[in-house]
């Protein structure tokens, strides 16, 4: 029998996609600004429309890797009961996103036409 994965992909970090919408945005900022002002990560602005795959309006929050047994946790408990979207980074955009993904909430679906398999760089 052979090993299905011949090689395992290096997750240099994490996505999460807090999603809102006009009722909800304050509420998103507060969870995205106190996940800021907890942990060493990268909140993005505050997008009023989707943006990329995402088919709500969202709020990135970037993290190493070796936060995700402090941010995970933290967001599931923390989220306000708004949908977060959560992915690798890898390289593989595609894959992170379709197949390497976690949801916290409702699934949502995401335009997957959009994304590249290979990804830039991320700064993290």
Same mark, same amino acid.
């Given at each position: 029998?052979?090993?299905? #994965? ?58 190493? =890797? ?19 979207? #959560?992915?690798? #980074? ?10 390497? =993904?976690?949801?916290?909430? =409702? ?18």
């Amino acid at each position: 029998m052979t090993d299905a #994965i011949t090689t395992v992909p290096v997750i240099h970090g994490y996505h999460a996609h807090v999603y809102f919408n006009a009722d909800t945005l304050g509420l998103a900022r507060g969870v995205c600004e106190a996940a800021a002002a907890r942990f060493p990560l990268k909140m993005g602005r505050l997008h009023d429309k989707p943006v990329g795959p995402h088919p709500d309006w969202s709020c990135q929050l970037a993290f190493r =890797a070796a936060l995700f047994a402090d941010v995970v946790p933290w967001l599931a408990l923390n989220r306000a009961g708004l949908v977060v979207f #959560i992915h690798p #980074i890898t390289g593989n955009d595609l894959l992170d996103h379709r197949d390497r =993904a976690m949801w916290m909430g =409702a699934v949502r679906g995401l335009d997957l036409s959009v994304l590249p398999e290979h990804a830039e760089s991320y700064d993290l």
